[in-house]
C-alpha cells in the first residue's frame, strides 16, 4: 500500500507533527519510564478535536498503528509504539470549573496536578490519583485510586461524562443516558475504545487536608502491618492511610542519618473537617511503636499531591506489578518483609492503596473495573535512575510479586500492568471482560486502538 506522505496531514492540523527528521523527535518519543524505547513513524500533538480526529483518519486510512498518549505515565509505555502515529494529547489543556454544580470539565492533555490547582481555587477537588505529573486521561480510563478514593470512590466513580473519538472517526458523547455501553467500558476498560477528547467529573469540597507520611523503623514494620489491617475497616472514610514499605530518600528535607534507611511508612489525608483530623489520627500516633519521622499536617490538598514529584522525576527506569488483595494474612506480611529487605534500589517500593468505602458501594458490573470486593490495590515497583540495574530492578519486582501473589485475590488495577499477557487481563477485569468484548466488537471490531491492555473484538 502506498502510503500518503506526512507533510499531508500536517497541513490539515492546528498542532503539530513530529517525525524522525524533526529535532524535537528524540524528546518527544520519550515517555516517563525510561526503560521504554520505541521510535514511532511520527508523533501528532493535536491541539484540538479537529486534530485528533484528522489524525486518527490518517492512521486509519494509511494503515498506521495508533497509541494515544496522555500523561505518557503508563508503566508499559502504551503512550507510544515503533512505527505507528502517536496521538499525543498534551496540549490539550483546557480546564472548566463549575462551581455551582461542582463539577470540572477537562481536556485530555492534563495532568493530575493541572486538574488539582485548577480545582482548588474554587474549594474543589476531584478524587484521583497520588502524583500530580500523572495524566489524568491514561489514570482516570484505567480506574484512579488515590486519597480521597475511601471517601468519594474510584475516579470513575466521579466520571459523569465523555466526549470521545471513535475508529471510524465520528464522535460519541458517553453519559448515563447517551451511549450508555460506551460510558460503562470507559470505565475501567482503558484506550480500548476511542480516543476520549474531554472528562466531565464530580468535584467534591475538599481544600486544606491534614496529611503526610509518618515513618517506622523496619523493625517495627510486622507491626505496623498487623494494626494496620485491623485499623483500617474502622477508620473514618475521610482518613485514607496507604502503607508503603521503601527507603528514606537520600536527600533533602529528610533528616541525613535516615538516609538510605529501610522502613514501614503510612502516607495518610484526612479530608474531613480539620478540626477532627487529630482526633482521627489520634491511633495511629497512640497505638503504634514511636516513629522516627511524623511529617503528618495541615496542608493545601494540591501540596499533598506534588509531595512525591521531585522524588520521582520522569527519566527514572521503572518495572512494576500489581494484584488486588483482600487480606494482609500473617504469612504474606512475612514474604512482604523478606522481599522488600531485598529492594536493588532506594526508590523501589511496594505500596498497598486502600479501595475500600465508597468502591464497595458500587455494584460489581456497574463499570467495567472488576475487583469492588478489594480491600488494596497492591504495587511493587522497582525504579532506579540507572540503566545498568534495569534487569535487576525487573527481577525483583517480579521475584517479589510471584512470592505475594498466592496471597491476594490476583488480578490486577489495570494501570499496574505491564506487559502480561491476555490471561492477566481477564483476570483483571473478571466477569465484566465478555461484555467488554461486546463493546469493543461494537465500537472498534476491527481493534484499530490496540496499543493498550487490549481487550480483542473477537
Ligand atoms: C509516578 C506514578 C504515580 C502513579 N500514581 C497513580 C495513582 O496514584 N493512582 C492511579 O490510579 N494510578 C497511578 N499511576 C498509574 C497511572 O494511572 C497510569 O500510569 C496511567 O496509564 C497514566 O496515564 P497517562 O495519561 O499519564 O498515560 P499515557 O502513557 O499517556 O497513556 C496510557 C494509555 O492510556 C490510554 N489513554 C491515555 N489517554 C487517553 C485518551 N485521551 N483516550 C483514550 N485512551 C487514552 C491509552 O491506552 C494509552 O496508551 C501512577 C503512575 C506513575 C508513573
Redesign the pocket.
Known amino acids: 500500500m502506498q502510503k500518503e506522505q506526512f507533510s499531508n496531514l500536517s497541513e490539515r492540523i492546528r498542532g503539530s507533527l513530529i517525525t524522525p527528521a524533526s529535532g524535537e523527535y528524540e524528546v518527544a518519543r520519550r ?2 519510564n525510561e526503560m521504554i524505547d520505541r521510535r514511532p513513524a511520527a508523533i501528532v500533538r493535536c491541539a484540538d478535536v479537529a486534530d485528533v480526529k484528522a489524525a486518527l483518519n490518517f492512521a486509519r486510512q494509511n494503515d498506521y498503528t495508533v ?9 508499559a509505555g ?2 507510544v509504539c515503533d512505527q505507528g502515529l502517536v496521538i499525543d ?1 498534551s496540549l490539550m489543556k483546557g480546564i472548566r470549573v463549575d462551581p455551582a454544580i461542582r463539577t470540572v470539565r477537562v481536556e ?1 492533555g492534563c495532568t493530575q496536578g493541572d486538574v488539582d490547582h485548577a480545582s482548588h481555587a474554587f474549594g474543589l477537588a476531584v478524587p484521583a ?3 500530580s505529573t ?2 489524568i ?3 482516570t ?6 486519597y480521597l478514593t475511601r471517601k468519594y470512590g474510584l475516579t470513575i466513580d466521579n466520571l459523569i461524562e465523555a466526549d470521545v473519538v471513535l475508529a471510524d472517526g465520528s464522535f460519541a458523547i458517553g453519559n448515563a443516558s447517551q451511549n450508555e455501553d460506551l460510558f460503562w467500558a470507559l470505565r475501567g476498560g ?2 480500548n475504545f ?3 477528547t474531554s472528562f466531565v467529573f464530580r468535584a467534591h469540597p475538599v481544600s486544606t487536608v491534614y496529611a503526610g507520611p509518618i515513618f517506622w523503623e523496619v523493625k517495627d514494620a510486622r507491626r505496623v502491618m498487623q494494626w494496620y489491617r485491623e485499623f483500617l475497616p474502622q477508620a473514618p472514610l475521610e482518613l485514607c492511610p496507604f502503607l508503603a514499605l521503601k527507603s528514606v530518600p537520600s536527600t533533602n528535607p529528610f533528616p541525613k542519618e535516615l538516609w538510605g534507611k529501610k522502613i514501614c511508612a503510612l502516607i495518610s489525608c484526612y479530608s474531613g473537617p480539620l478540626e477532627r483530623a487529630e482526633e482521627a489520627i489520634k491511633p495511629i500516633r497512640q497505638e503504634l511503636p514511636r516513629p522516627i519521622l511524623d511529617w503528618m499536617g495541615p496542608m493545601p490538598f494540591p501540596a499533598l499531591q506534588g509531595l512525591f514529584d521531585p522524588l ?1 522525576p520522569k527519566g527514572l527506569q ?1 518495572y512494576w506489578k500489581g494484584d488486588f488483595v483482600r487480606e494482609l494474612s500473617d504469612k504474606a506480611i512475612d514474604s512482604h518483609l523478606e522481599w522488600s529487605a531485598k529492594a536493588p534500589s532506594e526508590l523501589s517500593l511496594m505500596h498497598l492503596y486502600p479501595i475500600d468505602g465508597a468502591v464497595h458501594g458500587v455494584g460489581r458490573s456497574e463499570t467495567a473495573w472488576g475487583f469492588r470486593d478489594a480491600t488494596w490495590s497492591m504495587v511493587i515497583a522497582g525504579i532506579d535512575a540507572d540503566p545498568a540495574k534495569a534487569g535487576a530492578l525487573t527481577a525483583w519486582a517480579k521475584g517479589y510479586w510471584e512470592a505475594v501473589h498466592p496471597y491476594t485475590l490476583g488480578g490486577a ?1 489495570v ?1 499496574f500492568l505491564m506487559d502480561e499477557g491476555v490471561d492477566r487481563i481477564k483476570a483483571t477485569y473478571r466477569n465484566n471482560y465478555n461484555r467488554l468484548t461486546e463493546t469493543k466488537r461494537k465500537y472498534d471490531p476491527h481493534n484499530f486502538f490496540r ?2 491492555q487490549n481487550i480483542k473484538p473477537d
Request: net charge positive; no cysteine; charged share 0%.
Open positions: 515517555v516517563y497509541a494515544i498518549r496522555g500523561g505518557g505515565h503508563n508503566g502504551l503512550g494529547l485530555p490519583g497520588i502524583v500523572t495524566g486521561a491514561g489514570l480510563l484505567g480506574g484512579g485510586t488515590g482503558g484506550g476511542g480516543v476520549v520521582l521503572w488495577y494501570n496499543i493498550n
